[in-house]
Nanobody, 123 residues
Framework: QVQLVESGGGVVQPGGSLRLSCAAS????????IGWFRQAPGKERERVAA????????YYADSVKGRFTISQDHAKNTAYLQMNDLKADDTAMYYC????????????????WGQGIQVTVSS
């Protein structure tokens, strides 16, 4: 059974930074790719970033390119999302997700989901 635990959310002013963490446990094959999605109130869920836990290809939504960076620590089975220059539009519940394949995850059909963590950007 796969478990994904998010941490690092909170409230930050516009232009500020936050780093989210996603610690994965369980079936390592199912956690081969880890990514982040977000959903703001009244909006559809959107993909944010994804990467292979062992390193390699990364994926970013156009809205976060140049501001967000996804990274991973294979030994800790943990992925990180460094978010810089945060904007009010980044306010959302952020969800960690995992799958064997990043292509499947990026298409919006990951096998596993975390419970989510709130990020609020407000002055």
């Amino acid at each position: 059974q796969v478990q994904l635990v998010e941490s690092g959310g909170g409230v930050v002013q516009p232009g500020g930074s936050l780093r989210l963490s996603c610690a994965a446990s369980g079936d390592r094959y199912s956690n081969n790719c880890i990514g982040w999605f977000r959903q703001a109130p009244g909006k559809e869920r959107e993909r944010v970033a994804a990467t292979y836990i062992g390193g390699g290809s990364t994926y970013y939504a156009d809205s976060v390119k140049g501001r967000f960076t996804i990274s991973q620590d294979h030994a800790k089975n943990t992925a990180y999302l460094q978010m810089n220059d945060l904007k009010a539009d980044d306010t959302a519940m952020y969800y960690c997700a995992s799958d064997l394949f990043c292509g499947k995850l990026w298409d919006g059909s990951p096998t596993s989901w975390g419970q989510g963590i709130q990020v609020t950007v407000s002055s």
